[in-house]
């Protein structure tokens, strides 16, 4: 082997490893862009799934406050009809004072 041949091998084999080193680099930067693509895909399907769970509790508890102030209709009534009961009660009970 002459030194120009050696000198051509040489050359050789580091271009093989820079362009296998490139090669690499080029396949992880694929990988990290197919990773961000499906983590961003994720993260849109995540917040979707957050925005149904809001829209259902924003349902659920405005089915409460409804329940709620029907509820407080009902007890001023109540109220109401408790305070007509006393007053009935002391008309018919009126304390009778000994002369």
């Given at each position: 082997?002459?030194?120009?041949?050696?000198?051509?091998?040489?050359?050789?084999?580091?271009?093989?490893?820079?362009?296998?080193s490139w090669l690499n680099t080029h396949q992880i930067d694929k990988?990290?862009?197919e990773m961000n693509k499906r983590l961003e895909e994720m993260g849109k399907r995540f917040?979707?799934?957050i925005e149904a769970l809001e829209r259902r509790f924003d349902a659920q508890?405005?089915?409460?406050r409804s329940e709620i102030r029907r509820l407080e209709d009902r007890i001023v009534i109540i109220e109401e009809d408790i305070r007509e009961i006393k007053a009935d009660l002391?008309?018919?009970?009126?304390p009778i004072t000994p002369n």
């Amino acid at each position: 082997m002459t030194n120009w041949q050696f000198i051509f091998a040489m050359v050789g084999v580091v271009i093989a490893i820079f362009g296998a080193s490139w090669l690499n680099t080029h396949q992880i930067d694929k990988r990290f862009d197919e990773m961000n693509k499906r983590l961003e895909e994720m993260g849109k399907r995540f917040d979707a799934q957050i925005e149904a769970l809001e829209r259902r509790f924003d349902a659920q508890f405005e089915v409460l406050r409804s329940e709620i102030r029907r509820l407080e209709d009902r007890i001023v009534i109540i109220e109401e009809d408790i305070r007509e009961i006393k007053a009935d009660l002391k008309r018919l009970f009126k304390p009778i004072t000994p002369n």
